[in-house]
Nanobody
Framework: QVQLVESGGGSVQPGGSLRLSCAASGSIFSINVRGWYRQAPGKQRELVATITRSGSTNYADSVKGRFTISRDNAKNTVYLQMNSLKPEDTAVYYC????????WGGGTLVTVSS
């Protein structure tokens, strides 16, 4: 079992920044892919970004150039730096661990509003 705990969500004005963190604990396999997903009200959950252990990244077109995913393998933690936030970025953001097994965090709310 792998446990994921997200932090860093909150409310911010358009154009602002937030940094999300997701710490993993438990039976962590050394080779894994970590990711961030989001779900806005009334919409399906969608990919935001993923990162492999070696640092290869993949982003949704809607966040390219604004969001940066990174990871600290020693701390089993993945981060999402979100800049130039827009109202349409408002959603619950979920952390995901993909290794042997597929695990999700409980989510953290990000609200972008003036």
């Amino acid at each position: 079992q792998v446990q994921l705990v997200e932090s860093g969500g909150g409310s911010v004005q358009p154009g602002g920044s937030l940094r999300l963190s997701c710490a993993a604990s438990g039976s962590i396999f050394s080779i894994n892919v970590r990711g961030w997903y989001r779900q806005a009200p009334g919409k399906q959950r969608e990919l935001v970004a993923t990162i492999t252990r070696s640092g290869s990244t993949n982003y949704a077109d809607s966040v390219k150039g604004r969001f940066t995913i990174s990871r600290d393998n020693a701390k089993n933690t993945v981060y999402l730096q979100m800049n130039s936030l827009k109202p349409e970025d408002t959603a619950v953001y979920y952390c995901r661990y993909m290794g042997p097994g597929d695990y999700w965090g409980g989510g953290t709310l990000v609200t972008v509003s003036s």
